[in-house]
């Protein structure tokens, strides 16, 4: 778990973390120098009942309020510390905001420096800061005198540090595993080593992680939390990982180590956005921001996603559009500044972290939005289920889309009847049941059309039903609702495409006479059949007529053409097929001269027949013979 302080620069912070944990936080020469705070400091404490806590020392000055954020986001308990000679000051006002947008909810007041006030001065600030907490998460917040100088309440404020984070539950592991960078340095012997508090998830020693925005894999060589070595680290825990594969100057603060099966960034993402309590007034459509999250700052601007202006009382839905990327889930907290950096806007939670800014407004993206605001994890899922309608999602994307990992969103997935879940292809893919069905139907309905249009094809091309019916749909996703299509009786695939169950291609009488004799004449010379251009003339009619008509009877799956101007009949192919089966089953091998020997042919027709086979899938090459294939062609399937 993770202690952060707040309050106004001079208020103490530094001094009561050093007296609660014996641990200096102002580690750069300049904050020795200067005597305050500039840049994140980190400590950590033993509490009863709780074990190691660490403790993230931010800097009050209203300059270093980046550095504040930096700091507050992951934390899982708020040090406010206000001292009792100044009073609630700008700072603490600011500090506190920070820390109530970021939705933490448990606090400990710190009330410091009792030592140079009396005892109606302590009574006047308490009752201060409980008129400034009312209303608020906080408002329960306990209140504890100290004076970090003398010693004067530790042992109360120590007790109570740990009996407030009694009530705070543990973060879960089970997501992926994310740590926003907050420092980056080098150790001789050891290399690049980074800092920070544990998001989400968690990971051991060994194990290749990501780096966002970037995408360079490392591999964690060593961990360290508390200055122990440990094997593993997860969820609330601050560590340093001692990377291999990377060099100090890639990295920076703002950065976050991620499991490697995450990869997208954001630049553009839906939110709830909640105002701060001191905005004058709501900030404009567009308007230049600050956006912090994580480590990470940001420039984008602010676009409300409805057209009337927000309200002070409730949260508005709104998009943030960022300059550069950042790394962000659904459920991630965030806080936004004026662009001049000079006060905080308001904060809120991620909604649609791979948002797009087309159409922002468009009332089904807005509702879907407003939906994900109030939803547990599974409405969540329902959600993107029914925005993908038919189209689906391949479950690793949805994983990041819900923040999830996909092995834990594959057990859900499993578990639910009105999906649809696929796992063959290699990447698992899934859909509403529901919208799978209607795609299934606008493609068997498609195909319909199609050859009604178009009566003398046999089959709908693949191709043609793609652009034709779901332009748009993913080719993997094409080839998978397609496959449903057929097992489920819908249709037959065939070589040149799909068509339904029974279909065959329409001859008009006159047509079907001249395609009966075609068959009569290539089957009436057993080995021999004619050439086009002599069966051409066996029928009296043009060759360029005759074939064309070819292609329609190979179309229809009556005639196979085995090479330019060489056609067979379907019923001759067939049954040299059966007797090259019968060869390969016998003997593993089918060499052309016994081919040729068993079907009563010359060389030439034997190897185009054998070359045929090939192409089919049916045979396969192995020096001067042919073995069966490792499957069947498309033609052995129809």
């Known amino acids: 778990m993770i202690i952060g302080t707040a309050g ?4 103490g912070k530094t001094a009561l973390v050093q007296r609660l944990t014996g641990i200096d936080t102002d580690r750069l ?7 305050m705070t500039i840049d994140l400091g980190f400590a ?31 934390i899982d308990l708020v040090l406010l510390v206000v001292a009792a000679d100044d009073g609630v000051m700008p ?8 820390v109530l947008l970021l939705g933490i909810a448990r606090g400990v007041v710190a009330l410091n420096k009792t030592d140079l006030v009396d005892a109606a001065r302590v009574g006047a600030v308490a009752d201060d ?3 400034l907490l009312s209303g608020t998460l906080l408002a329960d917040a306990p209140i504890v005198p100290v004076s970090a100088r003398t010693g004067e309440g530790l042992y109360d404020l120590h007790k109570m540090l740990a009996d407030t984070l009694q009530g705070v539950q543990e973060r879960k592991t089970a997501g992926f595993f994310r740590l926003p960078i907050d420092r980056v340095f080098t150790m001789p012997g050891h290399g690049t080593v980074v800092t920070g508090t544990v998001a989400s998830g968690a990971m051991r020693k060994g194990e290749r992680l990501r780096v966002l925005p970037g995408g360079q894999e490392v591999r964690v060589r060593g961990i360290q939390t508390y200055n122990r070595p440990v094997e593993s680290a997860a969820a609330g825990l601050r560590c340093a990982l001692n990377l291999a594969g990377i060099d100090k100057e890639a990295l920076a603060r703002g950065m976050i180590l991620v499991d490697v099966r995450l990869n997208r960034v954001s630049r553009t993402a839906d939110v709830l956005l909640t105002l701060s309590r001191h905005v ?9 921001v600050h956006v912090h999250a994580g480590t990470a700052e940001v420039l984008g601007r602010l676009a409300w996603l409805e057209e009337h202006a927000p309200s002070f009382n409730e949260p508005a839905f709104a998009q943030l559009r960022l300059d550069e990327e950042v790394p962000l889930l659904y459920g991630d907290r965030f806080i936004v500044r004026s662009g001049e950096a000079r006060h905080t806007l308001g904060g809120g939670i991620v909604l649609d972290p791979f948002a797009v800014r087309r159409g922002a407004r468009l009332t089904a993206r807005l509702e879907r939005v407003k939906h994900l605001a109030h939803l547990d994890a599974e409405e969540a899922l329902s959600v993107w289920l029914e925005a993908r309608g038919a189209a689906g999602w391949f479950v690793p994307e949805l994983a990041e889309q819900l923040a999830e990992t996909p092995e834990r969103l594959a057990e859900r997935l499993k578990t639910r009847r009105d999906i649809l879940y696929e796992e063959s292809g290699g990447v698992p893919w899934v859909a509403l049941g ?19 249009a178009h009566p003398r094809m046999t089959a709908m091309p693949l191709a043609t039903l793609h652009s034709n019916a779901c332009p748009r749909l993913d080719a993997h996703v094409f080839r998978l609702v397609t496959a449903r299509l057929v097992a489920g009786g819908e249709a037959e695939q065939v070589t040149e495409g799909l068509r339904p169950r029974g279909h065959r291609q329409q001859f008009s009488a006159a047509e079907e006479k001249l395609a009966e004799k075609i068959e009569v004449l290539l089957a009436a010379r057993g ?9 051409a003339k066996m029928l009296g009619q043009p060759a360029a007529r005759i074939e064309r008509f070819l292609g329609e009877l190979v179309r229809a799956g009556r005639v196979v053409r085995l090479a330019a101007g060489v056609y067979l009949t379907r019923r001759d192919v067939d049954g040299w097929r059966a007797h090259a089966e019968r060869i390969l089953n016998e003997k593993g091998r089918l060499a052309l001269g016994e081919f040729r020997n068993t079907i009563g042919v010359g060389r030439e027709l034997a190897l185009l027949v054998l070359e045929h086979f090939d192409r089919q899938e049916i045979t396969r090459r192995q020096g001067d013979a042919r073995v069966a294939a490792a499957r069947p062609g498309p033609e052995a399937r129809a």
Do not use: C, W
């Not at 106004?8 to 208020?11: K, Q, T, V």
């Not at 004058?280 to 230049?288: C, D, K, L, S, V």
């Open 434 to 452: 529901a919208s799978a069905d209607a795609l299934v139907t606008r493609l068997r309905d498609a195909i319909r059309d199609y050859l009604a």
């Open 527 to 535: 080995g021999t059949p004619p050439k086009l251009d002599a069966l």
């Open 29 to 35: 020469p300049e904050e020795k120098r200067r005597g």
């Open 280 to 288: 004058a007034r709501p900030p404009g459509n567009h308007q230049r």
């Open 129 to 131: 800061i409980r008129t």
């Open 8 to 11: 106004h620069i001079d208020h």
């Open 91 to 98: 700072q603490t006002l600011e500090h506190l905001d920070i």
């Open 44 to 74: 950590h404490l033993e509490l009863p009942g709780i074990g190691q806590v660490g403790i993230v020392d931010v800097p009050g000055h209203e300059r270093f309020v980046r550095s504040m954020v930096a700091g507050a986001t992951g």
